[in-house]
């Protein structure tokens, strides 16, 4: 049996309790959705007011070198790649998740010629889905996307497969792929690697470099607190960057953006990742996300994750049994990322009356309440209040209620 007091005792010595104290958490609210949006650092809003008043107000135009703007993407770029084992020039930070995926994925298929295959898993994110199937059809020369099974994508892999591209931590059951097995599975058959880090920058430990991975991308607004719609990363093997060809071709990635030439020269190396004016300051409130997560050492990050991950999971089955919630997220630690999900037919309703009480975590069609584990700013003792209230919600059937049935826009 696991009771609170024991929670709290874990609370009373745990290492990263003080970092709690540089978010803003609304009262009375449990956030398990920083998996989702992360929540607002304290000082996001002072910097990104002072970006505004100054830096825009004051310097104008001006602010483009005097305040670093341009600079901005490789600064931040080179603090995120310290987080996911990358050398500081190989990562950089721009549009958005999905952009970048494409961007990636048709420098990967540039760089396989011959090779007709994207390679992913069936129940990878849709925007990564979608996007290898529209430069497939884009490109019109017969490439295809490939979804198999997780467990099947190491012996799916062949002489046509251009490229492998996973997401590394699943969004839906936060399953976690042997990142070094499968890059390693990739290479033997001569394929590209591209993993998706969405969900596992500032989460769990990533070593980009370590395991030979040619290309990642990665989100800001999730485990990195960067702000709604924050710019997205990329990354870039060395042994890559001197061949490779991007397929959006902006004038921020050509070789002379300020000589306006007529026709495109890439930039060479990452920059030719860019495409257009970078979003100053919505970087200014990613950065400050990012700071923090460098404050906080990975090693202690995973080892409460793998612990409240664990806590929480036999939370529920020891307060909510009979009530019908199948655990879907594996219960091996080193195969989880830092989320635990449930399968429940009344998933939907149940999480809006959770939601409504205070504890916010997230529907995934079409069965799944996700919660996100967020070691920065979760306590022991919440993950105990939250069961609590689900046992609550379950027991006395409130989620059955008119109003926790409609879907509405965002789930
Ligand atoms: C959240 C997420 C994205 C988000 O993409 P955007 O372009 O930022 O909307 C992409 N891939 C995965 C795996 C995600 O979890």
Redesign the pocket.
Known sequence: MITRDQLAELDADDALAPMRGRFHLPEGVIYLDGN?LGPMPKATAARVAEVVRQEWGEGLIRSWNDAGWMDMPFRIGGKIARLVGAPEGNVIVAD????N?FKLLGAALAARPGRRVILSERG??P??LYMAEGLAALLDRGHTLRQVEAADIASAIDDDTAVVML?HVN?HTGAMFDMAAITEAAHAKGALMLW?L??SAGAVPVDLAGCGADMA?G?G??FLNGGP?AP?FLYVAEHLLPTIRFPLTGWLGHAAPFAFEGSYRPAPGIAGGFVGSPAVISMSALEVGIDIALDAPIAGIRAKSIRQTALFAELVEQECPGHGLVLASPREAARRGSQVCFAHSEAYPIMQALIARGVIGDFRAPDILRFGITPLYLRYADLWDAVAILRDVLTSGEWRQERFQTRRKVT
């Open positions: 989702s958005s998740t999905s952009v995926l990878n994110f925007t990564d997401t969004y998706d969405a969900h991308v989100c607004y999730k719609g997205a």
